[in-house]
């Protein structure tokens, strides 16, 4: 089955890290735009950052700038999130995506999402 599946979202103290994986089944991620995306109660679905396929350069929203690093691995297999240094206005639904031609559009694949809440 052609999917991502997202794992290793939780519960996180302000201040804390956590690491986020996407796992692509039955493709490679290469050549896709890969993206990072979330989504808070209540407001828009927000682009955290973006691995464009066609060079392989790496863009962050200014709100994650610093903190986090958006990476593949070798095998481009699966993408991941470390997020360091973690706010409370981080806690939202955080999704995967690889697409093509530009991150975040409708043609490609999205994972499931998973829920990441930073709180004392």
Do not use: H
């Amino acid at each position: 089955q052609v999917q991502l599946v997202e794992s290793g979202g939780g519960l996180v103290q302000p201040g804390g890290s956590l690491r986020l994986s996407c796992a692509a089944s039955g493709f490679t991620l290469d050549g896709y735009y890969i993206g990072w995306f979330r989504q808070a109660p209540g407001k828009e679905r927000e682009e955290i950052s973006c691995i464009r396929g066609s060079d392989g350069r790496t863009s962050y929203a200014d709100s994650v700038e610093g903190r986090f690093t958006a990476s593949k691995d070798n095998a481009k297999t699966t993408m991941y999130l470390q997020m360091n240094s973690l706010k409370p206005e981080d806690t939202a639904v955080y999704y995967c995506a690889a697409t093509y031609y530009y991150c975040g559009n409708d043609n490609g694949y999205w994972g499931q999402g998973t829920q990441v809440t930073v709180s004392s």
